[in-house]
């Protein structure tokens, strides 16, 4: 047993929750469930970024407050949250006085340090961004991020030392080489240091809706530095010293491919600049494509944009498929850090056979057999099943792919256990049996169903906790510690078991 701190991006209020966001933030609960029933002491943090420009023109475009907008558009994000089952510890807003005090607290420090200083910058600037580009890294002379057009701005600003910390930075990056994760993103971040790097202008005084320097009150932060220290105000940076040397050692930050450079270039520098350790971990994931086209707000209020992610919300697809299917779908169809096509076919396919097919007629069909062949008594599990060994596999296999941010290649690992489970099955023809002849192979099938739920308790927690139940077993599964628990002939027989409905109804 260890900690384990987990981080998502902070998501921008400037308009709803969309299915790229229920990427990150299922992929980082499924692995935060993970280390919990592992036993390990987990912290889970999430949140919404309400500072910036974008979100004061999105709040005068309602004809509302800035701070009535990010009320209600925060609490849109959480019930996102409630509805997928997200099981996040803390839900920071960065309009919040703890974070308005971490923030002032963590930038006196580099501040005092002298790695801020004062200056005039001008430069292209991108809204949508919240960030300054060259001439050179425009796409047709619009942003390449979100390819809108990008306004000329001049004003007296902050500037945080970004190029002293050049050095340092390629130093930890040689002695931490799985501080950033996949490799092909580290490499991008390397190379962009490499490039040699320019100082960073950290304030505004175009703005008012923001954090206030405490140096100097006619400024406020630039929204990504604000939003960056989300991360330690959670841990009572400045508070509680305590607290955060508890869990910075441990952190993990999962974040898009998008904000490679905020996160793996300034976000450690700043880190060395106030006088702490980096982070331990950034994991990159890459986007969700719909037709092609990043999931972007700003791009589908484009009229010229096929992409209309108001019809992709988390909520639309639960109602329709239900939460774990959603989950499931999202956690197994697009691997952590490559870029991936959603499409409603893709999920309704996977739907069908996955959910249906295998596993709801695995469990069904256990406690249909048990149910006419054993009085509906489950029978304890062979310790010589064959069955025994693909088990095994399966929970070695799902350890060390959750281990190394793989939920894709943990659910693989289970599927193929549950395959074995109804190909034995067929090779066994319980159903056709006499009764008492049956008990080796359906306890057998009873444990893989105990297993099966212990390893989905992390991507699917609803569906394994009535797995749980209907094969007799009481608590939760989540409850449970990996992978002991995941051993061979822990099903103690002698229970009810129930058949139910179907857990996934065949869609046509």
């Given amino acids: 047993m260890g900690r384990f701190y987990i981080t998502t991006p902070i998501f921008y209020v400037n308009d709803v929750p969309h299915l790229g966001h229920a990427y ?52 849109r994000f959480q019930e996102a949250w409630r509805t997928l089952n997200i099981s996040n510890d803390d839900f920071i807003r960065t309009t919040e006085a703890r974070h308005y005090s971490t923030v002032q607290t963590f930038l006196q420090r580099i501040y005092d340090n002298g790695y801020i200083v004062k200056d005039t910058y001008k430069g292209l600037y991108c809204i949508s961004c919240e960030d300054y580009y060259t001439t050179e890294a425009l796409v047709g002379g619009r942003c390449p991020v979100h390819l809108c057009d990008v306004v000329e701005m001049e004003e007296d600003n902050y500037f945080f030392r970004l190029s002293a910390f050049e050095d340092r930075l390629l130093e930890w990056y040689e002695s931490a080489p799985d501080a950033i994760a996949p490799f092909a993103k580290r490499n991008e971040a390397l190379s962009f240091i490499k ?80 006088g702490i350790e980096p982070p331990s971990n950034i994991f990159v994931h890459g986007w969700l494509l719909v037709g092609g086209s990043k999931l972007s707000k700003s791009m589908a209020a484009d009229e010229d944009s096929p992409v209309k992610l108001t019809d992709i919300t988390p909520a639309s697809l639960t109602e329709d498929f239900g939460v774990d299917a959603v989950r499931y779908h999202l956690l197994r169809e697009t691997p952590l850090g490559s870029d991936g096509d959603f499409s409603i076919g893709a999920l309704a396919s996977r739907y069908n056979s996955d959910l249906a097919n295998n596993l709801g007629n695995l469990v069904a069909r256990v406690a249909t057999v048990v149910g006419s062949k054993c009085g509906g008594v489950g029978p304890c599990p062979d310790p010589e099943s064959p069955l025994a060994e693909a088990a095994a596999a399966a929970v070695s296999g799902a350890a060390d792919a959750w281990e190394k941010f793989a939920p894709h290649e943990a659910l693989e690992a289970t599927w193929r256990l549950i395959g074995a489970t109804n190909a034995e099955l067929e090779a066994t023809s ?26 989905i308790s992390a991507a699917m927690p609803a569906t394994a906790d009535e797995i749980w139940q209907r094969i007799g077993l009481s608590g939760s599964p989540a409850s449970e510690l990996l992978p002991g628990a995941a051993a061979w002939g822990g099903y103690p027989g002698g229970l009810t078991v129930i058949k139910g409905d179907p857990l996934f109804p065949r869609r046509k």
């Fill in 430 to 455: 319980p159903w056709k049996a006499e009764p008492g002849s049956v008990d080796n192979v359906l306890g057998s099938a009873l444990e893989v169903l105990r297993i099966v739920a212990l390893l």
């Fill in 195 to 274: 490039g040699g790097l320019k100082d960073v202008s950290i304030t505004r005084t175009s703005l008012t809706w923001g954090v206030p320097v405490p140096w100097d009150s006619s400024h406020v932060f630039y929204v990504w530095y604000d939003a960056l220290i989300n991360y330690l105000t959670a841990i009572g940076y400045g508070t509680d010293d305590e607290k955060v040397a508890t869990w910075w050692p441990h952190v993990h930050h999962l974040i898009g491919k998008e904000i490679i450079r905020f996160h793996c270039v300034w976000w450690p520098a700043m880190c060395m600049a106030a």
């Fill in 24 to 75: 990150c933030a299922v992929n980082a609960d499924a692995i935060a469930r993970w280390h919990r029933g592992l036993g390990d002491e987990t912290l889970f943090l999430t949140g919404t970024d309400e500072h910036g420009a974008k979100v004061a023109e999105s709040a005068e475009k309602h004809s509302m407050s800035p701070a009535d907008w990010t009320d209600r558009t925060s609490e």
